[in-house]
């Protein structure tokens, strides 16, 4: 079983930035991708950034340029960097790991953008 813990959500004021952290744990014997999903209020959810085992990173149209995803495989950890916050950008964001038993998903923390 895996287990996925994020962190490092919270309050900003439009135009600041925030970094996610999500760590994987657990009987991994390998991780496929790491992906980061967000669900605004009254949304659906959305895939934000993911990134591959071979190192390929892709984002939703929404954020490109503003949001980078990394990950240090050795920690199994990935990380989602936002700059330029908006208001828009409010929601619950969600770590999912695809690892050799299957999808995992975090509990999501809470990212709020102020005008």
């Known amino acids: 079983q895996v287990q996925v813990v994020e962190s490092g959500g919270g309050l900003v004021q439009a135009g600041g930035s925030l970094n996610l952290s999500c760590v994987a744990s657990?009987?991994?014997?390998?991780?496929?991708?790491m992906n980061w999903y967000r669900q605004g209020p009254g949304k659906q959810r959305e895939l934000v950034a993911g990134?591959?085992?071979?190192?390929?990173?892709n984002y939703a149209g929404s954020v490109k340029s503003r949001f980078t995803i990394s990950r240090d495989n050795a920690k199994n950890t990935v990380y989602l960097r936002m700059n330029s916050l908006k208001p828009e950008d409010t929601a619950v964001y969600y770590c999912n790991i695809i690892t050799n038993w299957g999808s995992s998903w975090g509990q999501g923390t809470q990212v709020t953008v102020s005008s």
């Open positions: 657990g009987s991994i014997f390998r991780i496929n991708s």
């Open positions: 990134s591959t085992s071979a190192g390929r990173t």
